[in-house]
């Protein structure tokens, strides 16, 4: 079973922030959160993810609490395209290679209006 | 650096025909991934390797299934007897275990048994 738990559907304008909860309270210590999106009929693309620390990257940012139990995804300035489904999904990741499989859950379909 | 590709991007076969599905992963990945994702849901895993080695198999995946990644590179995974449960997305995913192991899919084989 999945280890985080996410809304079922968002709405966000164009144009605004979007801002994308996820709940794992049972994360380890060793366990990354990662963030996947898909649009529709096309495979997973992945965006970001993280330890501990707030991260940064050309797509999001996300926004880690300090006990970890928690964490937003940010899409700063969402558009039509950004419309998918997004999966938080926590992970063992280490250099040198970690636990084989990513355990999806059912995601948030974020809707992006006009 | 190319992503990852798969091929073919549709398949129609009918009950009790055998198909295989070709994965080419992202160069120098040493880890690929299979994973199945039925309409509505997330995609579930079914087998990963490390190299040529096959290192885990889902319950999921059944005897009729069967993956091969002979030079540690390509993949192709071949279902016998089709059945129509088996119509889904199939998704492929590669890694490189030297960095964080961060999956990138491909865009899918999406079959269709009639």
């Known amino acids: 079973d999945a280890k985080t738990t996410q809304p079922p559907s968002m709405d966000c304008a164009e144009g605004r922030a979007a801002n994308l909860p996820c709940n794992h309270s049972?994360?380890?210590?060793?366990?990354?959160v990662y963030w996947y999106r898909q649009i529709h009929s096309q495979g997973p693309q992945y965006i970001i993810h993280g330890l501990k620390n707030n991260e940064t990257n050309e797509m999001a940012s996300l926004i880690i609490t300090e006990d970890r139990k928690s964490s937003t995804l940010i899409l700063p300035h969402a558009t039509l395209r950004d419309t998918a489904v997004y999966y938080c999904i926590v992970r063992v990741a280490s250099h040198g290679g970690s636990q084989g499989n990513l355990i999806f859950g059912k995601g948030t379909k974020l809707s992006v209006k006009p | 650096d190319t992503g990852v590709s798969q091929d073919p991007r549709h398949k129609i076969t009918k009950r009790g025909q055998n198909v295989t599905f070709r994965c080419d992963p992202i160069?120098?990945?040493?880890?690929l991934y299979w994973y199945r994702q039925t309409l509505g849901q997330g995609p579930e895993f079914l087998t990963y390797?490390?190299?040529?080695?096959?290192?885990?198999k889902s319950r999921l995946l059944s005897d009729r299934f069967s993956a091969e990644r002979p030079k540690g590179s390509f993949s192709t995974l071949e279902i016998q007897r089709t059945e129509q449960g088996d119509s889904a997305m199939y998704l492929c995913?590669?890694?490189?275990?030297?960095?964080?192991?961060?999956?990138?899919f491909g865009p899918g084989t999406r079959l269709t048994v009639l």
């Open positions: 049972t994360i380890s210590g060793n366990e990354y």
């Open positions: 160069s120098e990945h040493n880890r």
């Open positions: 995913a590669s890694s490189q275990t030297r960095d964080t192991d961060t999956q990138y």
């Open positions: 390797f490390q190299n040529e080695a096959q290192l885990e």
